[in-house]
């Protein structure tokens, strides 16, 4: 608002305080820019929360999916995938290798394999990557040593940083199918 001069009474004076200092803008500026990493961490972690429950959900439709399959063929899972452990070949970071990798090519084999074992009772079983893009890992291991070996069959995802054996990894054992240890 503009004011008289005292000494001039013909002449106005404008505040000179009407703009930001720069260290008004900065403080607004980190303000902002801390509101935003928060808000930013928050949506990240909650994506991630989504994306395990995505995958906690196919793992279950897979391990019912499997025990169909051993149900209707009366064999264990790596005589239904004829591999004792379709996730031993896969290393590094997983996400998004090609469709042509034998371990994506393991684990579709497997999916197909069990979907094929359950004489039409599981059908358009399409979970060819856990949520982050890599292929879920699937390892048989029951018997593979012998009537003795009670080892559990595992299906496991590789989790958001696509290595398997990371902390970030959510593996599940899948039940016996043959009768109970000795």
Same mark, same amino acid.
Request: hydrophobic share 35%.
């Given at each position: 608002? #503009?004011?008289?001069?005292?000494?001039?009474?013909?002449?106005?004076?404008?505040?000179?305080?009407?703009?930001?200092?720069?260290?008004?803008?900065?403080?607004?500026?980190?303000?902002?820019?801390?509101?935003?990493?928060?808000?930013?961490?928050?949506?990240? &972690?909650?994506?991630?929360?989504?994306?395990?429950?995505?995958a906690r959900v196919e793992i279950d439709l897979f391990m019912k999916a499997s025990s169909i399959a051993q149900g209707e063929s009366a064999k264990r899972?790596?005589?239904?995938?004829?591999?004792? !452990?379709?996730?031993?070949?896969?290393?590094?970071?997983?996400?998004?290798?090609?469709?042509?990798?034998?371990?994506?090519?393991?684990?579709?084999?497997?999916?197909?394999?069990?979907?094929?074992?359950?004489? &039409?009772?599981?059908?358009?079983?399409?979970?060819?990557?856990? #949520?982050?893009?890599?292929?879920?890992?699937?390892?048989?291991?029951?018997?593979?040593?012998?009537?003795?070996? !009670?080892?559990?069959?595992?299906?496991?995802?590789?989790?958001?940083? &696509?290595?398997?054996?990371?902390?970030?990894?959510?593996?599940?054992?899948?039940?016996?199918?043959?009768?109970?240890?000795?």
């Amino acid at each position: 608002m #503009p004011m008289k001069n005292k000494s001039f009474p013909n002449t106005i004076l404008y505040n000179q305080n009407c703009g930001f200092t720069l260290i008004e803008v900065l403080v607004v500026i980190s303000i902002i820019g801390f509101m935003m990493s928060t808000v930013t961490a928050t949506v990240s &972690g909650a994506r991630n929360k989504g994306n395990y429950a995505k995958a906690r959900v196919e793992i279950d439709l897979f391990m019912k999916a499997s025990s169909i399959a051993q149900g209707e063929s009366a064999k264990r899972l790596s005589e239904i995938t004829t591999n004792d !452990c379709s996730a031993c070949v896969c290393s590094g970071d997983l996400r998004n290798i090609s469709s042509s990798n034998s371990c994506y090519v393991n684990w579709s084999n497997a999916l197909t394999a069990i979907q094929n074992s359950t004489n &039409g009772l599981v059908a358009n079983l399409k979970m060819t990557r856990d #949520p982050w893009g890599s292929p879920y890992l699937l390892d048989e291991n029951e018997r593979e040593g012998g009537p003795a070996d !009670c080892r559990s069959d595992t299906i496991t995802t590789a989790g958001p940083d &696509g290595q398997s054996g990371t902390g970030d990894d959510m593996g599940f054992l899948i039940p016996l199918a043959t009768s109970p240890c000795p």
